[in-house]
């Protein structure tokens, strides 16, 4: 089991520092919003539903320390609130999903009481915004879930799988998307061997994916990105299951940079290419891949692996730490409603309907 990201408990939020794995396991307290968006800026936690579920206890932290008073100050509070969780980063829809349903419900509350309020209305604004943070963290985790089945049942018998970064449990509450399906496929008897590419910069494929899979007693090996076509060639790679930050309403979707070179070899070699993901992945009103922001991050981190410079000092450097697959190269979007294939913009809409 996979030790818990994110823990709520009297107005403090415990997240998991994952920039520490998989050396120790160690949490770091945040108690307002601001410091929630900072761990999210700076990947103590990561990955798309997780930072959503971050957010939304984020907004619970920062409205609890709001003093009773007129709607129109928790009208402006809960607004500034979103807006400083949606700005931590802007690739995953996830995170805009779960502020705007937060503020929502607040916004919500201001409406339907027209006159100051005091203690014992603020209480329960701030246990209604709790129940809705623990609602979509709920939500999450029984989407992970079904996502798992419905992908391990497209595995075939002694399936060799292929994954990058990670979309496992650290990157949700629950079993992960692409990491979910590989251990329920696993668990179903058809599994036999999962590669992990190492996701050069931030090697969330060596240091998270590989542990999870370790632990969850998956035969798995590492390899570093530029290995992928080479394994897929000549290892027998059958399957390729990937997350999702963002999907476009035409199905092109955003997920770490390297997905997209993955999917062109898959399809070069006949490999069926998945990405598993929640359906509040999907942005509606991005009507393609070209809509969607891709995160731009400090270039540091492709310069300084581990506290080391691995280039020359003051060389330019790139990272976008995003890349974009077209809708035609993936083979099936899993999600916890089930399976949509082809990816387009008639059966994504219908499945969401
Ligand atoms: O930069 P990260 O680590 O937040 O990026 C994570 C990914 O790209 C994951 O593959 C994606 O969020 C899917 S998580 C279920």
Not at 91 to 103: H, I, Q, S
Not at 184 to 210: D, H, M, S
Request: glycine fraction near 8%; aromatic fraction near 4%; charge should be positive.
């Amino acid at each position: 089991m996979t030790p818990p990201r994110l823990i709520y408990r009297n107005g403090t939020l415990r997240i998991m520092d994952q920039r520490l794995l998989p050396d120790r396991v160690a949490y770091i307290p945040a108690r307002t919003a601001a410091a929630v968006a900072k761990a999210t800026k700076d990947m103590a936690l990561r990955g798309a539903p997780l930072i959503g579920c971050a957010a939304a206890f984020g907004f619970a932290l920062e409205l609890r320390r709001l003093r009773p008073g007129t709607p129109a100050a928790l009208r402006a509070a809960a607004r500034r609130t979103a807006e400083l969780l949606k700005a931590a980063r802007p690739t995953a829809v996830a995170l805009f999903y779960a502020a705007d349903r937060m503020l929502a419900r607040a916004l919500e509350f201001a409406d339907a009481h027209p006159r100051p309020f005091g203690p014992a209305e603020k209480r329960r604004l701030v246990s209604l915004l709790e129940k809705e943070a623990r609602l979509i963290t709920a939500e999450d985790a029984r989407a992970c879930l079904d996502i798992g089945r419905h992908g391990a049942r497209l595995l075939p018998k002694n399936c060799v799988i292929m994954t990058h970064c990670n979309a496992g449990a650290l990157a949700t509450m629950g079993i992960g998307t692409a990491v979910g399906v590989i251990t329920e496929g696993r668990r179903a008897g058809k599994v036999k061997r999962a590669y992990a590419c190492e996701t050069r910069p931030y090697l969330q494929g060596a240091r998270l994916t590989v542990w999870e899979l370790m632990r969850e007693k998956v035969p798995s090996e590492l390899i570093t990105d530029n290995m992928a076509a080479h394994i897929i060639k000549t290892c027998g790679v059958n399957a390729i299951v990937v997350g999702a930050d963002r999907i476009a309403a035409n199905g092109d979707t955003a997920n770490k940079v390297g997905t997209y070179g993955l999917a062109i070899i898959a399809r070069h070699h006949g490999v069926p290419f998945y990405v598993a993901a929640p359906t509040p992945t999907v942005d509606m009103e991005a009507r393609s891949g070209d809509a969607i922001e891709i995160e731009e991050r400090s270039c540091g981190e492709v310069v300084v692996v581990k506290g080391r410079r691995i280039a020359p000092r003051k060389v330019r450097a790139r990272h976008p730490a995003f890349d974009v697959t077209p809708a035609g190269l993936i083979t099936a979007l899993i999600t916890e409603r089930g399976v949509i294939s082809p990816v387009n913009v008639r059966n994504i809409g219908a499945r969401l309907a």
